[in-house]
């Protein structure tokens, strides 16, 4: 259940004190990416750091992290037990990421970190992360159109309801490539609450950067956790160049992730695997696409895709497909603890490809719940040449859990 709002939360976590410093992250695109960078930053300079994001990728305890290590699930479940015993005990009626969020800053506070950084879930204002104590800098990242039920159909009612993360005297980072429209609500928001707006110097950042192999919208992400970590830690002078090896190692999954599924199929060749899932992402991912794989090999692209239900797939899918491409559509598997998300049909998915470009005599294939046919049949179908896993992070996550139990 989605049901935004601050008031259950804020009563389920006056048992859990915030002593740490939080660093709070909201955007359509790039916000995981940076709360990433951003706590592999905070770690390589000393300080002890804990991380949640979400969506969880293989196990709902993966989304919480303490210097960089994700939580055991003895931990995770010892915690979460507490914190539904409080939501039972005071009748709040918690729903299940406001009982998450509180989780994660029970194991805050169990670890005494230093600092927090948090991922928004859904816009800011009304997101349960939102109800946070002691925020040092917060981060507007890219903005998109995605979930305009909650948020509003265009992208200034969205930034606005980001913009609501902000508080006042707490500097905020914001990515400068967003659209001027949105840019303005922001500030004027800014303005109304106090806010000093700070925006990367992303060509400096390109130019430090210049061979070591980032896409410019990674290059645009890594310029706004550099500057929030400079603002979060103003006595501790690290260039970016000197924490790079840190945010070298991450280990980021589903973004641009070059995938090894020989456990699965007998492809020999690796897949990308991406989780991008609204227009914003898909533009990317289909540059990426053009540069690395079309470019250098030639060949059609073949792609095993799901989707969130209301995803604007014709949208994504006139981005993704060109002519000759083939396509397996599945579904994902049901997701822990998010009983709400549902997935698309995979015929919907196919009959939009169909329209994009996508073989329609041999290039279309309905694997319906199984990820493992999708993944089979793409694996025959490519012959060695461009695989491409997309469409949603919780498609991302079955594949990651196949892999596994393979």
């Not at 309801?161 to 001027?180: E, F, L, Y």
């Not at 106090?194 to 192999?213: D, I, M």
């Not at 290059?219 to 090896?245: E, K, T, V, W």
């Amino acid at each position: 259940m989605i049901d935004l709002g601050l008031a259950r939360i804020g009563r389920l976590l006056q048992h859990t004190p915030q002593t740490w410093k939080a660093i709070h992250v909201a955007g359509t695109n790039g916000k995981g990416s940076i709360c990433a960078s951003l706590s592999a930053m905070l770690s390589a300079s000393g300080a002890s750091c804990a991380r949640f994001t979400s969506p969880h990728l293989v196990d709902r305890w993966d989304c919480i992290t303490v210097d960089e290590k994700p939580v055991p699930e003895t931990v995770f479940r010892a915690a979460e037990d507490v914190v539904k015993q409080r939501d039972s005990d005071d009748r709040v009626g918690a729903t299940e990421f406001e009982l998450l969020t509180a989780t994660a800053f029970e194991i805050f506070h169990r670890h005494s970190v230093e600092f927090g950084v948090i991922e928004v879930g859904l816009g800011g204002k009304l997101d349960a992360t939102n109800a946070m104590h002691h925020k040092a800098v917060t981060v507007i990242a890219k903005i998109g159109l995605d979930h305009q039920s909650f948020l509003g159909t265009t992208l200034d009612d969205i930034a606005l309801h980001k913009a609501g993360i902000m508080r006042p005297g707490v500097p905020c980072v914001v990515d400068a490539s967003n659209q001027p429209s949105v840019r303005a609500v922001i500030e004027q928001h800014a303005r109304d609450v106090g806010v000093e707006v700070h925006y990367p110097n992303v060509a400096s950042v390109a130019e430090s950067l210049s061979g070591a192999g980032f896409e410019p919208h990674q290059i645009q992400n890594l310029a706004c956790a550099h500057l929030a970590f400079r603002l979060a830690r103003p006595d501790h002078d690290s260039s970016l160049a000197g924490l790079l090896p840190a945010v070298r190692q991450l280990q980021w999954p589903g973004r641009l992730q070059m995938l090894d599924i020989r456990k699965i199929t007998d492809r020999q060749p690796k897949v990308l695997l991406d989780g991008a899932h609204n227009t914003q992402s898909a533009e990317v991912l289909a540059a990426y696409v053009q540069k690395h794989l079309r470019a250098q090999q030639g060949q059609p692209v073949t792609w095993v895709l799901a989707a969130t239900q209301g995803k604007d797939m014709d949208g994504i899918l006139a981005l993704l497909l060109q002519s000759g491409d083939r396509v397996a559509a599945v579904r994902f598997e049901p997701v822990d603890g998010m009983p709400w998300v549902k997935a698309t049909d995979p015929a919907e998915i196919l009959q939009v490809a169909g329209r994009h470009g996508a073989d329609p005599a041999a290039g279309l294939y309905n694997a319906g719940d199984s990820v493992k046919d999708a993944l089979a049949w793409a694996s025959a179908s490519a012959a060695g040449g461009p695989l491409v896993i997309a469409g949603s992070l919780y498609l991302v996550s079955s594949v990651l859990r196949l892999l596994r139990a393979s």
